[in-house]
């Protein structure tokens, strides 16, 4: 799914949130970003550029050496917790959107527009799929629950948490579809009545 930027989800702020859930290895580290945060499509390699800085800035500190450096064992340190708490905990007014598409938008021509459109649509097909997969994963983390309730377990506050955040992200990914839908039919519109003008222009030239 195409990244939506709203305020500061850097690779390095997540790896301190994934080292303060547990301590881990770099390798380890990327395979978590990559299984938690598949739609934010972090690349191959973000935790072993991101953990040395980290450790410079005292954030995070090594325990143990590995037989290679993607198998040093990296844990939070109290000033990691101390910053990592400080941008949980803040909001930021108005939120920063750096969205990618926008900035597009600024440089096309006029000339341009059918591959801006076929690029839109192409955005609005994936952000439909993301939903669809975010609703398939919501799907079964409800039978989890109801699974817990048949054999009368107690309530699990993480497993609601999971169940939160994918129907936030199928409505994320649905809503992102509808305005990306949207937005092709608004540049049809402005292709279309055009056209002429354009069209007029070029015989002349």
């Known amino acids: 799914m195409p990244a939506l930027a709203l305020g500061d989800a850097s690779t390095p702020v997540i790896c301190i949130g994934l080292l303060r859930q547990k301590p881990d290895t770099i390798q380890g580290l990327d395979r978590r970003l990559k299984n938690k945060f598949a739609a934010a499509s972090f690349t191959r390699g973000s935790a072993s550029k991101s953990i040395p800085g980290l450790a410079r800035q005292g954030l995070v500190e090594l325990v143990e050496k590995g ?13 990691g917790e101390a910053y990592f708490l400080a941008w949980l905990r803040q909001s930021e007014l108005p939120p920063t959107v750096r969205d990618v598409l926008q900035c597009k938008l600024e440089f096309f021509e ?8 076929v690029m839109v649509e192409e955005h609005a097909i994936a952000y439909g799929a993301g939903a669809d997969i975010a609703h398939e ?9 109801r699974e817990r309730r048949r054999r009368q377990q107690p309530p699990d506050w993480r497993l ?46």
């Open 160 to 205: 609601e948490l999971n169940i939160t955040k994918a129907k936030d992200l199928a409505k994320l990914g649905n809503a992102m579809k509808d305005r990306l839908n949207a937005l092709v039919g608004e540049l049809k519109a402005i292709q279309e009545t055009f056209r002429k003008h354009y069209e007029g222009s070029a015989q002349t030239g």
């Open 67 to 79: 037989e290679k450096s993607t198998l040093d064992l990296f844990r939070i340190t109290a000033a």
């Open 137 to 145: 994963e919501l799907q079964e983390e409800k039978r989890r629950r």
């Open 110 to 117: 006029y000339e341009e527009l059918p591959d801006v459109i």
